[in-house]
């Protein structure tokens, strides 16, 4: 019969009314009062599945029970089975567990970068960051597969606005986190959660990725260099700190400021991958992967003035242990405060200006690329161990100019060797 209001109120308990209009439509009662819509279906692959469309009641009647059937049965047709859907979607992940979840397989190494590398530990604590102290406190309760791209958006204006900057503490004595918040951050989190979305699609916990097609704030790159009249304050500066700041952090400043190496990479390196005698620093492991720098002579004597450990050994120690200097953005804001720069010059500054030098003093690109750390394109950079006689006079000529511009003179009467002939 056709179901309507007078058969849902007369049906006893156990009984099962067909529709007549709507294939598998059924009301069905149990032991108690309530009376439950459901459908019955084979799915493309011929299995009989029970779908419950809802109890009868606000909003469900039999005609919009009839009404939501057919809409099924067209999901059906198509392939969809909606009992699994609606299974799934039960028991679906939330975004908190899907973070962790994409965090522990991005530790374990079976997530790959675009170079076909695991991430480094360095972009591991990042994500980790960005995901505790912005996309948790946000997304962290809802379920995986009804996030909505307005839901992405509001996530972005939140971080842009500063609703999710604190300040918190960290293990250490006397630690604190400065968590803020701005359209830059905010940028950079969405492209992470598109990632973790990408991830999810690929585990197949959603059939789309919500991130995509959400416009994200303009990059704000940072061209920021050095004046004349600051790169004197700096050189003065680095002077004025010798025996007020630890040594080791004047030091590297300096070294940044003659090479444009990125701070991370100058803080990280050790004696063993240093040679002074061919003037070639080779770092295994940075933000492009294994590289080779030329180094300036200047840069070769502040290193050769250093005392030295052992191989292993840091060439910027720390204040206390053997770790990397963890301090140094501190003691570089300290620098900076002595030389009264403003406080907007920092180690990226540097790395900038020594760019902006080299473009100044006519050097191509791609020279300024390998002096600095760029990622090249060229093969042959893959079997390159020495830095040839342009490259490293190209390194002297942007120290020899910074080092003039903070009134200093490289020291005069240089031995350059040679080598032997055969």
Same mark, same amino acid.
């Given at each position: 019969m056709r179901i309507g209001l007078r058969e849902i109120r007369a049906m006893a308990p156990g009984a099962v009314l067909w529709d007549a209009t709507v294939p598998g439509l059924a009301a069905r009662r149990q032991t108690g009062e309530a009376v439950a819509y459901v459908l019955k279906y084979r799915t493309a692959e011929g299995r009989a599945r029970w779908h419950t469309i809802g109890r009868h009641g606000a909003p469900w009647t039999p005609d919009l029970a009839r009404a939501e059937a057919l809409r099924l049965l067209g999901e059906v047709v198509k392939g969809a089975d909606p009992a699994e859907a609606k299974q799934a979607r039960r028991h679906a992940l939330t975004v908190t567990e899907l973070c962790d979840q994409y965090l522990a397989d991005a530790e374990a190494g079976r997530l790959l970068t675009c170079r076909?590398?695991?991430?480094?530990?360095?972009?591991?604590?990042?994500?980790?960051?960005?995901?505790? *102290?912005?996309?948790? /406190?946000?997304?962290?309760?809802?379920?995986?597969?009804?996030?909505?791209?307005?839901?992405?958006?509001?996530?972005?204006?939140?971080?842009?606005?500063?609703?999710?900057? =604190?300040?918190?503490k960290t293990g250490k004595p006397r630690g604190l986190s400065h968590v803020r918040g701005g359209r830059g951050v905010a940028t950079r989190t969405i492209g992470l959660l598109g990632a973790i979305f990408t991830y999810a699609v690929a585990k197949r916990l959603r059939a789309d990725n919500p991130v995509r097609g959400v416009m994200r704030f303009a990059d704000q790159k940072r061209e920021r260099r050095l004046s004349d009249d600051e790169y004197a304050a700096l050189g003065a500066g680095l002077r004025k700190a010798e025996g007020a700041i630890w040594p /080791?952090?004047?030091?590297?400043?300096?070294?940044?400021?003659?090479?444009?190496?990125?701070?991370?990479?100058?803080? =990280?390196?050790?004696?063993? &991958?240093?040679?002074?005698?061919? *003037?070639?620093?080779?770092?295994?492991?940075?933000?492009?992967?294994?590289?080779?720098?030329?180094?300036?002579?200047?840069?070769?004597?502040?290193?050769?003035?250093?005392?030295?450990?052992?191989?292993?050994?840091?060439?910027?120690?720390?204040?206390?242990? &053997?770790?990397?200097?963890?301090?140094?953005?501190?003691?570089?804001?300290?620098?900076?405060?002595?030389?009264?720069? /403003?406080? &907007?010059?920092?180690?990226?500054?540097?790395?900038?200006?020594?760019?902006?030098?080299?473009? &100044?003093?006519?050097?191509?690109?791609?020279?300024?690329?390998?002096?600095?750390?760029?990622?090249?394109?060229?093969?042959?950079?893959?079997?390159?161990?020495?830095?040839?006689?342009?490259?490293?006079? =190209?390194?002297? =000529?942007?120290a020899r100019e910074t080092l003039a511009r903070m009134g200093e003179a490289e020291p005069a009467g240089a031995v350059v060797p040679l080598r032997a002939a055969g």
């Amino acid at each position: 019969m056709r179901i309507g209001l007078r058969e849902i109120r007369a049906m006893a308990p156990g009984a099962v009314l067909w529709d007549a209009t709507v294939p598998g439509l059924a009301a069905r009662r149990q032991t108690g009062e309530a009376v439950a819509y459901v459908l019955k279906y084979r799915t493309a692959e011929g299995r009989a599945r029970w779908h419950t469309i809802g109890r009868h009641g606000a909003p469900w009647t039999p005609d919009l029970a009839r009404a939501e059937a057919l809409r099924l049965l067209g999901e059906v047709v198509k392939g969809a089975d909606p009992a699994e859907a609606k299974q799934a979607r039960r028991h679906a992940l939330t975004v908190t567990e899907l973070c962790d979840q994409y965090l522990a397989d991005a530790e374990a190494g079976r997530l790959l970068t675009c170079r076909r590398e695991a991430k480094r530990a360095s972009t591991l604590l990042s994500d980790r960051g960005r995901i505790e *102290r912005h996309i948790k /406190p946000i997304l962290g309760r809802l379920a995986v597969p009804a996030v909505r791209r307005e839901d992405v958006e509001r996530l972005m204006h939140a971080i842009a606005e500063g609703e999710t900057a =604190a300040r918190t503490k960290t293990g250490k004595p006397r630690g604190l986190s400065h968590v803020r918040g701005g359209r830059g951050v905010a940028t950079r989190t969405i492209g992470l959660l598109g990632a973790i979305f990408t991830y999810a699609v690929a585990k197949r916990l959603r059939a789309d990725n919500p991130v995509r097609g959400v416009m994200r704030f303009a990059d704000q790159k940072r061209e920021r260099r050095l004046s004349d009249d600051e790169y004197a304050a700096l050189g003065a500066g680095l002077r004025k700190a010798e025996g007020a700041i630890w040594p /080791p952090a004047v030091a590297c400043a300096r070294f940044l400021a003659l090479t444009g190496w990125r701070s991370g990479e100058a803080l =990280a390196l050790r004696w063993r &991958d240093v040679d002074l005698v061919r *003037r070639v620093a080779t770092l295994p492991d940075t933000k492009t992967g294994r590289s080779v720098r030329p180094l300036a002579r200047a840069a070769c004597d502040l290193l050769t003035a250093l005392p030295r450990s052992g191989d292993s050994a840091l060439v910027f120690r720390a204040t206390r242990g &053997d770790g990397v200097m963890a301090g140094f953005p501190k003691l570089f804001a300290r620098l900076a405060k002595l030389a009264e720069l /403003p406080a &907007d010059v920092t180690p990226h500054v540097l790395r900038h200006s020594f760019a902006s030098l080299g473009g &100044d003093l006519g050097l191509s690109e791609p020279t300024i690329g390998t002096l600095i750390g760029h990622r090249s394109g060229g093969i042959t950079a893959r079997y390159t161990h020495l830095a040839d006689a342009p490259l490293l006079a =190209a390194a002297d =000529a942007v120290a020899r100019e910074t080092l003039a511009r903070m009134g200093e003179a490289e020291p005069a009467g240089a031995v350059v060797p040679l080598r032997a002939a055969g």
